[in-house]
């Protein structure tokens, strides 16, 4: 079982706090590699929250391809931050030769916000295959305010080797979502690790989802941005991105598409007609198995939810500033210790829960 | 030297050879008053006495003639009170050369050359261990159902949101969420009035009593008035096919009809006898059939296609929309193929069609069976249904159209007793349900078999009272107890969809999980896009 975690601040954090939620949590492969999304960010990209920053591990000839691509598409580089190793003897990581976060601003003549979205998902996707075909780099987000890193190895050494630890407000964001391990269930490739990203939306999973081969062979008619599919959670992504960036239904319809009511229940609602409609459109996207959700949405929210049998946990704390949300509740005590743990949320096998800007928490029961 | 005459028929010709041991037999008589097809004779005998001589006296004979030759149904063995007599196979037999003297054979049943079943060489082989718990197949609960109707893609839900809530702004095709075992088509007719009622019976009871949404289709024979006219109509699909056998009073009954049927089921073809339309012997063509269906007493041959239609565009437009407004697009519309060749290319057009009305696609393999063929039809023509229900889904899924016309697949499902296990991979294979028939006749008492045992379902003489018109024959049929066997059966093939779905951590039906099967031949791994193992 994967470890997942979140912190949502209304103070910017860095990411050690992030750390320190996971390692108490660490059990088994939970030390096998360290991924994280930032957003709302602060620190050295700060200044730049409206433009897009494009998060990427390569070669150096991947960085040149990169760049030439960048430019020859008219893509003007703002701002760059290359993080200086710590290339101590013994650490274990995988590392790559070079990190890459860069802000750039749009081509000029792109600027209906519309179009800005599909280029920059285009963008990302041909750097993508290029650097896969060259078997160059990794590309692993492009988008504004969102930072990505993933690496292969153990997260407290990864944090080392990107000094991390020294807490030296290079890096700090208000949301961020984090995961310990790499996807130990098939091969070991910094694709596979949660969290996974697509146009502003931040997901990790917790699980297992058996409906992974209905689930891929559905999502990939329904978006150009619904490929890689190296772990079973990327569904999770791809379906909360589908619901809401592309069918714009609430939020709360998210659990109604994974995890429907069974039909004894529907038949019971008010709302049957709308419920059903949903279940057997998207029957494809239902998911079966242990699951918990920890997901980030592009205007800063954050959810959490699990699946119909609650077989996998997640909880909720906060101590007013901060909220937490992790898998075992160790994590959140080692980053709230003085919270009141009363109120701690346990979601239930029917329940999302959404914390918004202002630490706000919404709970939608199914 | 003794003249023989070997054009005569000869027991040694026939199918079935009756064994018979006079020294046991009291002369009762009952086996010859059983035997519906005057298979076996009294006559005037010579046995072998204890002082060596012999003496005359009656025993039972076989008549030689393929008129009158036995099917091996065993009737005579089930009354025979001291074990003298028994149907024996014979290898040797000559049926297949020398009984066209009439022209084809025909007979009932299913296909009898026996071809390998693809369903016995997938085995579920994705079980849930350590990475994911299994579920418990007592304790947890299961959503098995499955869609019957048009299913719209989620962007052309006409959804209205307000106020952070999804409502209907607009009507959307109707879909029903049924039991994913449907009791197939059987005809008034086809069946005996009383074999149609235990099926009926047993669809009732299932639904009001069980909780399982099973839906039986009535076949082309038309409906009792008073069922169309009852509140358990809602239980059944009613079929169309081309001899639009019955519609008169289904339609005269519109009026009246207290609540929907199912769904409607337009039968273009079936998988026995593809090509062929329905076939009911004049011998079956009792004066009740007769005025069910409005015909007169003689042989009813449905047409292979419905009139009218030549072309896949006319049949949606005209059958399906006529049929969807007859019933005020409150009704799923679905069709019922002959699996074939060309059922991707049919599938495709049907899920393209800008009308977005038909609202189920039924495919009827090789193996499925029927009441009346030519043999030649039931052995050598058709299709497997297994790959071209995976074909079907996975050429839906190249056009990202899974799901929208749900698939049923028929045709030799239960055909070797174990139906969940055939619904199940049929299930991953990307069916949403299946259908049975044959299997239902057998939980009814009939004997017939894949080896050429009695199917002799055209010829009114039915041994066990089923596929006959005949009252003395009806009579053998015990209809409470026929219907409980059917509901026992579903009951069981409920509780091992569950042991099936269990141990691949799965609660509702594993609709294309492909993943979920293996198979130890390479050919059909390949074939079906699924593991092989070894």
Known sequence: MCRIGAVKSKNPVQPSTALRLMLPQQEGHDNSGFAMVMQDLYGVFGLYKDKPLLSMACTQQG??????????????????????????????????????????????????????????????????????????????????????????????????????WDDNGCLVAKNII?????????????????????????????????????????????????????????????????????LKWPIQYYKHVITPLPFSEIEKREDRDVLLSIRQSLSHLEINGPNAIIAGLPDGRMMTCCDSKKLRPVVVGSDGTTVAISSEVCGVNEILPDRDTSKDIYPGEREIVVIDNDLEVERWKQ | MEAVKVQDLAIGDLPWIVEYHPRRCSLCGKCVAGCTFGAIETGMGRLPSTDGKSIRRMVIRQVASFAHACRGCGMCERVCPNDAIRPVR????????????????????????????????????????????????????????????????????????????????????????????????????????????AVAMATAYLNERCGLPVRMSSGEGGMPMKLLESEQLKYFIIQIASGHFGWNRIVKALPRMKTDPAAILIKIGQGAKPGDGGLLPAEKAAPHIRAIRGVPKATLS????????????????????SMNAAFGFRVPVAIKCAASSTSVAVYNNLLRDPYKICGGFFLDGIQGGTGAANEVSLDHMGHPVVSKIR??????????????????AGGGVGLTGNAAADAFKLICLGANGVFCGKLLTQLLGCVGNEHGRCNACNTGKCPTGICTQDPRLVKRLDVDRGAQKIVDYVLAFDSELKKLMAPIGNSSLPVGRSDALVSTDKAIADKLGIQYVC
Not at chain 1, 128 to 137: A, D, K, N, V
Not at chain 1, 222 to 229: D, E, N, S, V
Not at chain 2, 308 to 317: D, H, K, N, R, T
């Open chain 1, 63 to 164: 960085g040149r391809l990169v760049e030439e691509y960048m430019d020859a598409h008219r893509f003007v580089k703002m701002s760059e931050w290359l993080p200086v190793p710590d290339k101590r003897k013994g650490l274990n990581i995988q590392a790559m030769p070079y990190y890459i976060f860069r802000t750039y601003d749009y081509p000029e003549n792109v600027t209906d916000p519309d179009e800005r979205e599909a280029l920059l998902l285009d963008t990302r996707l041909t750097l993508r295959q290029m650097l896969t075909e060259t078997g160059e780099g990794y590309v692993y987000s492009f988008w504004p305010d969102v930072l990505m890193l993933k690496e292969v190895g153990d997260p407290m050494d990864i944090a080392t080797y990107f000094h991390l």
């Open chain 1, 178 to 246: 984090v995961q310990s391990r790499q996807n130990t269930n098939y091969e070991i490739i910094r694709y596979a690790a949660h969290p996974f990203f697509l146009q502003g939306y931040t997901l990790c999973a917790n699980g297992e989802n058996t409906f992974y081969t209905k689930n891929k062979e559905f999502q990939k008619s329904l978006h150009r941005g619904y490929i890689g599919f190296e772990s079973d959670s990327q569904n999770f992504l791809y379906t909360l991105h589908y619901v809401l960036h592309e």
């Open chain 2, 90 to 197: 014979n290898p040797d037999n000559r049926r297949a050369v020398l009984s066209r003297d009439a022209g084809p054979i025909k007979r009932g049943g299913r296909a009898n050359l026996n071809a390998p079943r693809t369903l016995d060489k997938i085995i579920i082989g994705r079980i849930s261990q350590m990475t994911d718990p299994s579920l418990d197949a007592q304790r947890h609960t299961f959503d098995i159902r499955a869609p019957l109707g048009r299913v719209l893609s989620a962007k052309e839900l006409p959804f209205a949101a307000e106020g952070g809530k999804l409502t209907m702004a607009k009507k959307a095709p109707p879909v029903r969420w049924i039991y994913p075992l449907i009791f197939a088509d059987m005809s008034i007719g086809a069946l005996s009035t009383r074999a149609w009622e």
């Open chain 2, 391 to 408: 074909d079907c889904y996975l050429a839906a899924v190249k056009n990202g159209l899974q799901g929208q016309i749900p698939l049923y």
């Open chain 2, 302 to 321: 449905s047409p292979p296609n419905h009139q009218g239609l030549y072309s896949i565009e006319e049949s949606v437009q005209k059958m399906h929309l």
